[in-house]
Structure formats: structure tokens, C-alpha cells
Nanobody, 118 residues
Framework: QVQLVESGGGVVQVGGSLRLSCVTSTSIDSIRSMAWFRQAPGKGRELVAV???????KYVESVEGRFAIWRDDAKNTVYLQMNSLKPEDTGVYYC????????????WGQGTQVTVSS
């Protein structure tokens, strides 16, 4: 049982930056995996970045070196810093949470739109 609320999306120019936030309704340090996914029209939902309580992080190759994911336990928030944005970064970004025993796709936020204009 966790609710996720994303914010921070918007419209930016190529090369710009955005920081997305996802606030959890439960203690974030009890959630094994926090992740950001994105989906563009005509494409499947893809994993952008994930962070686990072990300290493990992973990024999709297309964003390595440009994006960063981290948690702020005091604020029960996971962030996605996005720099050097490209048009192909455009999509709806979703926050995802999985506890250690979660089955299936986990818990999802409602999404926030990111549009990078060229």
C-alpha cells in the first residue's frame, strides 16, 4: 500500500534541464526499489532509472551521463535530475515502487509529461 505523486514535468528546449520528484505515502526507506519509467506514443514503457536500498542504481543507456536518480529519506521523495535534454527524452514519466515482496509491476504514480522541443 503506497501512493505515489509525481511533479516537475514541463516543456523545455533542447539542452535544458528538469528535475522530477516523486513523493511516497509511506517511508521510502522501506521500499526496496524506486524507479522512473517513461513512455512515448508508439513506444513501450521503458525503464529510465532505478535505485534500490542496497545502493544499486541502473540507467538506460540513452540517458547515462545525463540523468541521475537519488532518494531523500527525510522527505520520502525520489528524484530524477535530467540534464542535456534531447527531443527523444519526450514522454510521460512514471514513478514506480516495489517492496521486497511485491509481485507484478509494482505501484505507479499518475505520470508527468516531459516535452523537449527542438
Amino acid at each position: 500500500q503506497v501512493q505515489l505523486v509525481e511533479s516537475g514535468g514541463g516543456v523545455v528546449q533542447v539542452g535544458g534541464s528538469l528535475r522530477l520528484s516523486c513523493v511516497t505515502s509511506t517511508s521510502i526507506d522501506s521500499i526496496r526499489s524506486m524507479a522512473w519509467f517513461r513512455q512515448a506514443p508508439g513506444k513501450g514503457r521503458e525503464l529510465v532509472a532505478v535505485t534500490q536500498t542496497s545502493g544499486f542504481t541502473k540507467y538506460v543507456e540513452s540517458v547515462e551521463g545525463r540523468f541521475a536518480i537519488w532518494r531523500d529519506d527525510a522527505k520520502n521523495t525520489v528524484y530524477l535530475q535530467m540534464n542535456s535534454l534531447k527531443p527523444e527524452d519526450t514522454g510521460v514519466y512514471y514513478c514506480n515502487a516495489k517492496f521486497a515482496l511485491t509481485r507484478g509491476d509494482g505501484y505507479w504514480g499518475q505520470g508527468t509529461q516531459v516535452t523537449v522541443s527542438s
